[in-house]
T-cell receptor, first 118, second 113 residues
Framework: AQSVAQPEDQVNVAEGNPLTVKCTYSVSGNPYLFWYVQYPNRGLQFLLKYITGDNLVKGSYGFEAEFNKSQTSFHLKKPSALVSDSALYFCAVRDGGMGSSNTGKLIFGQGTTLQVKP | GAVVSQHPSRVICKSGTSVKIECRSL??????MFWYRQFPKQSLMLMAT?????????EQGVEKDKFLINHASLTLSTLTVTSAHPEDSSFYICSAGSPYGYTFGSGTRLTVV
């Protein structure tokens, strides 16, 4: 069965400092990994994804994530945090063995609240 | 880019009534629609997956007779919460699967009083 773990409920960081939001996963086949951000009472906005290729994935708003197969991790990072980055972040996974179409279900982690203080 | 329009954004209904939530894909065809439920400050719980013209596949523990899903066309899927009760109050989000990726609606805040 697929699963995703985000071990931190909340991450606090000062503006201008680097940030990391952790994610580990479990799938039976090759993982397709995603990061989304959610602002209050809104849907999810796509940040980035890993399907195959380069382990370092660059996404929207200066975010990036590194796929680490041996550690089954896909941590989200940003070199310099902004107050406007404060939001709820979700890591998600689907089993790549279900094919390349986007019809396989995504399983989400429990979410991590990022708080960036001025 | 691909956009999914979800309506209404907020709805308050009386206990025992039914509420319909619509998700419409704009300028693309949604092969598959996923419906999620989210409790405050919690993760998204997948309720069901629907493919156009087929019956929805419900996740374990989700009452299919209570949460009716219709995916009659490649651009429209609806979720109807029947005989709503206060415990159905939640944030409901749809997500369309397509060659563009997974596109999420903006969510519907349902409050049952």
């Amino acid at each position: 069965a697929q699963s995703v773990a985000q071990p931190e409920d909340q991450v606090n960081v000062a503006e201008g400092n680097p940030l990391t939001v952790k994610c580990t996963y479990s799938v039976s086949g090759n993982p397709y990994l995603f990061w989304y951000v959610q602002y209050p009472n809104r849907g999810l906005q796509f940040l980035l994804k890993y399907i195959t290729g380069d382990n370092l994935v660059k996404g929207s708003y200066g975010f990036e994530a590194e796929f680490n197969k041996s550690q089954t991790s896909f941590h989200l990072k940003k070199p310099s945090a902004l107050v406007s980055d404060s939001a709820l972040y979700f890591c998600a996974v689907r089993d790549g063995g279900m094919g390349s179409s986007n019809t396989g279900k995504l399983i989400f982690g429990q979410g991590t609240t990022l708080q960036v203080k001025p | 880019g691909a956009v999914v329009s979800q309506h209404p954004s907020r709805v308050i209904c009386k206990s025992g009534t039914s509420v319909k939530i619509e998700c419409r894909s704009l300028d693309f065809q949604a092969t598959t629609m996923f419906w999620y439920r989210q409790f405050p400050k919690q993760s998204l719980m997948l309720m069901a997956t629907s493919n156009e013209g087929s019956k929805a596949t419900y996740e374990q523990g989700v009452e299919k007779d209570k949460f009716l899903i219709n995916h009659a066309s490649l651009t429209l899927s609806t979720l109807t919460v029947t005989s709503a009760h206060p415990e159905d109050s939640s944030f409901y989000i749809c997500s369309a699967g397509s060659p563009y990726g997974y596109t999420f609606g903006s969510g519907t805040r349902l409050t049952v009083v």
